[in-house]
């Protein structure tokens, strides 16, 4: 029924792991998370709606996730049929500041997917970090 536990240092970590619970169930390993209608089984209004109709056939979802999820890069400073393994979600926000030409806090979770950048671009634009008392600087090792 529960393929595995976790503790939360496992799934978690920071300044605030002592708010996270103790113990975090995966059930998602092989479907969705919510893979059932956001109707109750007796029936009624779905508790999420689109702004339409529900399908007969298929229902409101309140949600259809997966543990791993997918990441589409395209255009000039992406590499082409680059994998890029062991990316996490916190690594978007300071990729995304990287591509704004924005300092990245240096204490901010995750890292700039340098990996999927072309050598060209990241010599052109190397990661800059900033400090908390604002003060700009470039890490050097980042191709």
Same mark, same amino acid.
């Given at each position: 029924?529960?393929?595995?536990? +976790?503790?939360?240092?496992?799934?978690?970590?920071?300044?605030?792991?002592?708010?996270?619970?103790?113990?975090?169930?995966?059930?998602?390993?092989?479907?969705? #998370?919510?893979?059932?209608?956001?109707?109750?089984?007796?029936?009624? *209004?779905?508790?999420?709606?689109? &702004? *339409?109709? =529900?399908?007969?056939?298929?229902?409101?979802? @309140?949600?259809?996730?997966?543990?791993?999820?997918?990441?589409?890069?395209?255009?000039? =400073? #992406?590499?082409? &049929?680059?994998?890029?393994? &062991?990316?996490?979600?916190?690594?978007?926000?300071? @990729?995304?500041? +990287?591509?704004?030409?924005?300092?990245?806090?240096?204490?901010?979770? &995750?890292?700039?997917?340098?990996?999927?950048?072309?050598?060209?671009?990241?010599? *052109? +634009?190397?990661?800059?970090?900033?400090?908390?008392?604002?003060?700009?600087?470039? *890490?050097?090792?980042?191709?």
């Amino acid at each position: 029924m529960i393929p595995r536990v +976790h503790r939360k240092q496992e799934i978690y970590s920071g300044p605030y792991l002592d708010d996270a619970p103790d113990l975090l169930i995966d059930s998602w390993l092989d479907r969705a #998370f919510l893979p059932s209608q956001s109707a109750g089984k007796h029936g009624g *209004r779905p508790v999420v709606t689109s &702004g *339409r109709p =529900p399908r007969k056939s298929l229902g409101e979802k @309140t949600a259809s996730h997966r543990y791993n999820g997918i990441l589409l890069l395209k255009d000039k =400073p #992406f590499k082409a &049929g680059q994998a890029l393994e &062991g990316a996490q979600i916190i690594d978007l926000a300071p @990729t995304i500041l +990287h591509l704004m030409d924005v300092p990245v806090p240096d204490d901010m979770d &995750g890292q700039v997917l340098t990996e999927a950048l072309k050598d060209e671009y990241l010599i *052109r +634009h190397p990661v800059a970090y900033r400090t908390e008392d604002g003060v700009d600087g470039k *890490r050097s090792g980042q191709l």
